[in-house]
């Protein structure tokens, strides 16, 4: 026992050393080596566990990320040795197969619509079926949606943290390169500038298919029950997927028979001013045109609407998720900063507003205290506003259409 926690200690402690190698300058190819030697032949559970232990002692996620690239230069024999595809990646519909499919498709457009037209950049029609390319590639952000709204939770609920914290910054640098790279394609006409942006991207974008495929895969098949990929499976709808005819997934019978069990009478809930059946309550909150989430005083999502005008997306699998882990990590601090100032008294809501599009997106937080004024928790309400600007004069009859 004592010399297992001197292994993870130690393997710790390489990570350290590493992570302060690559902060002063060195290359991945300098590090792998001290990197490898450390953790051959060791799971990307236990790195991850390792990884995660770092975050706990304080070391932030960003500096964790570092370890991305020393990952996919050094794993990519042997995890691929280790981790070969199971029956569950070839399944149609099961999400690991959908993960796959979309991949494969992300590569396809790499290949295809992007990097054959580098080479020859001061051709008009190149630029333009550029253009093309990129955007097709946009269709990338479903697939990074349904790994963060729907994936992520089920890790963080089996304590695995550092994983999905560590790619869901990448993947928002990938959506940070992507949107600049459209942006500057269509403004500047530097060959040589738009090559480089072009290769980081694909290069960013690849690593990340690696990690996906061999090291967090692999990780979810070892620790997901059926039930768990199952309610991601019904929930991927809600977001949409890069690729199209993804069956619905019905695995074994017994499953079915859980989910019967599941079933309850709608009952009446009782409130100050008057009652309401569940459906009837459920309805009323889903038909405004505003979308509503509550986090309860222990910081955890407790619900959300189900309005027709979403704004952002939401699966059921946030239920129960701590709000901080609902956010992507450059955010995060304005969340908990909010928090912090609800629960303190120092602050009774907070606004903001952002373009999103045609769309004119206002976000409020408020707190909710109860009768006494002790904090129950924290209400979010957001809505597109631009209709409501866009009034004008007065309204006073009914319309006949």
Known sequence: MSESINNREYRQNILKQVITKLHEGKTVEEVKGEFEEAFAGVSATEISEAEGALIAEGLPVSEIQRLCDVHAAVFKGSIEEIHQPTDQTQIPGHPANTLIRENRAIERILNQFVKPYLDELTKEENLTALKEGLNKLSHIELHYLRKENLIFPYMEKYGITAPPKVMWGVDDEIRAMLKETIKYLSET?????????????????????????????????????????????????????????????????????????????????????????????IRMLDTLPLDITFVDKDDVVK????????????????????????????????????????????????????????????????????????????????????????????KRLVSQE
């Open 189 to 281: 006409s530097k060959v040589t500038e738009i090559k480089e942006k072009i290769e980081n991207l694909t290069d960013k974008i690849t690593e990340m298919i690696f990690k996906e495929e061999n090291i967090l895969l692999p990780m979810l098949i070892e620790t997901l029950t059926l039930d768990e990929w199952k309610k991601i499976a019904d929930e991927s709808g809600e977001i949409g997927f890069m690729v199209e005819k993804v069956p619905v997934w019905n695995p074994a019978k017994e499953y079915q028979g859980e989910k019967k069990e599941e079933k309850k009478e709608a009952g009446v809930i009782t409130f100050p001013t008057g009652l309401l059946k569940t459906e009837e309550l």
């Open 303 to 394: 619900y959300f609407s189900q309005s027709s005008e979403r704004i952002f997306p939401r699966t059921k699998a946030v239920i129960g998720r701590n709000v901080s882990n609902c956010h992507p990590p450059a955010s995060v601090h304005i969340v908990e900063q909010i928090v912090a100032d609800f629960k303190s008294g120092k602050k009774e809501h907070e606004d903001f507003w952002i373009k999103m599009g045609e769309k004119y997106i206002l976000i409020r937080y408020y707190a909710v205290r109860s009768e006494a004024g002790e904090y129950l928790g924290v209400l979010e309400v957001t809505q597109d506003i631009k209709p409501i600007q866009e009034i004008t004069g007065e």
